[in-house]
């Protein structure tokens, strides 16, 4: 004799069916992510400000997906660990790159032997955000201008020394920038992250170094650390008192970044559309696009073709600044 079915056991029923339908609809590339997390490479320890953005994005983008979304750390060679498991990944959707522009830009320029091509071995999915760094300095120095800092370093050659993520990064470049144009000579000590070279800068251990605004706004605002100039060509609107380097007495210097989502080359054109959109959704969120423009971002929202565009671009640009550097 058979149990009576019930209605509450009719509605499971009826919504296991539908659910069952809805993912034997979907393409076989999406429906192998549909029923995995979603993980994030990030090239960077945890706590710098790669990390940071990500984590507070990947929620956000986990629910534009329907799908748990993971931010993993591969830290190393410039973050191009992180980009060769990437590449190297089925192109299924479930491991993707949450890059900086130095692995995309910078490091090509400057690695003597690159593992992958950023041009050729990923697919651009979404560009996420831009971001300008900003010049400071240990509070307990007397500088408290750029032409304070160039004048100490004619005065001193090489004993004002900064820190940097690692060669090759932004950061690094600044620096080098900075010195390059400013006629003057300084001493980079390089760092395994954003994080600790901040540490340093606080503890006295270095003059001062380039950060991401984002990740410097909180040091800057509890005067752990002094803010000098930003690299933007225009004023970071969350330090609207902080000049530019160009309004500090170096008229061509400009250094901005940015973050991107990237997959392995070969992933679908339908996932590729699906995860730019989610990103763009996500990133139109009202409370995520407001905290990360406190933090001093720039919401950069389109279609893939931004970034081949803009990192084009700045390959080019940091092929002539980066003549003279390479690494191993």
């Known amino acids: 004799m058979s149990l009576p079915f019930n209605s509450a056991g009719r509605r499971r029923s009826l919504a296991a069916c539908a659910a069952g339908v809805l993912l034997s609809a979907l393409p076989p590339t999406l429906l192998a992510q549909a ?10 320890n945890a706590g710098g400000p790669v990390d940071s953005a990500a984590r507070l994005i990947a929620p956000v983008l986990g629910k534009e997906l329907g799908t748990n979304v993971i931010v993993e750390n591969r830290p190393g060679a410039n973050a191009t660990i992180a980009g060769s498991a990437v590449v190297n990944a089925p192109p299924d959707g479930t491991l993707l790159f ?60 090489g004993t004002l020394t900064y820190g940097s993520a690692g060669i090759g990064g932004s950061n690094h470049l600044s620096g080098e920038l900075f010195a390059a144009q400013a006629g003057i000579k300084l001493n980079h000590i390089p760092y395994k992250g954003n994080a600790p070279a901040m540490t340093d800068v606080i503890g006295g251990q270095l003059t001062m ?100 565009e803009r990192a084009a671009q700045e390959r080019a640009m940091w092929a002539t600044v980066t003549k ?3 690494i191993d």
């Open 35 to 44: 029923q995995q997390p979603v993980r994030l490479l990030v090239g960077y």
């Open 98 to 157: 949450f890059a900086a522009s130095p692995t995309i830009t910078i490091s090509p320029n400057v690695m003597r032997k690159m593992a992958f091509d950023p041009a050729s071995d990923l697919a651009p999915l979404a560009p996420i955000l831009s971001y300008d760094n900003v010049l400071v300095v240990n509070k307990d120095t007397p500088y408290e201008t750029v032409q304070d800092l160039v004048g100490a370093a004619r005065d001193k050659p």
């Open 209 to 308: 170094m380039f950060d991401i605004v984002a990740n410097a706004i909180p040091h800057i605002a509890s005067e752990r650390v002094r803010a000098v100039a930003v690299t933007s060509s225009q004023r970071n609107r969350s330090l609207p008192d902080v000049p530019t380097m160009r309004e500090s007495g170096l008229p061509d210097f400009e250094v901005t970044g940015w973050f991107g989502l990237y997959g392995p080359a070969t992933m679908p054109a339908d996932m590729v559309a699906r995860f730019n959109q989610a990103m763009q959704r996500a990133l139109s969120q009202p409370d995520l696009a407001a905290t990360l423009k406190d933090r001093g971002y720039d919401l950069w929202i389109g279609e893939p073709a931004l970034l081949v």
């Open 324 to 326: 003279d550097i390479t």
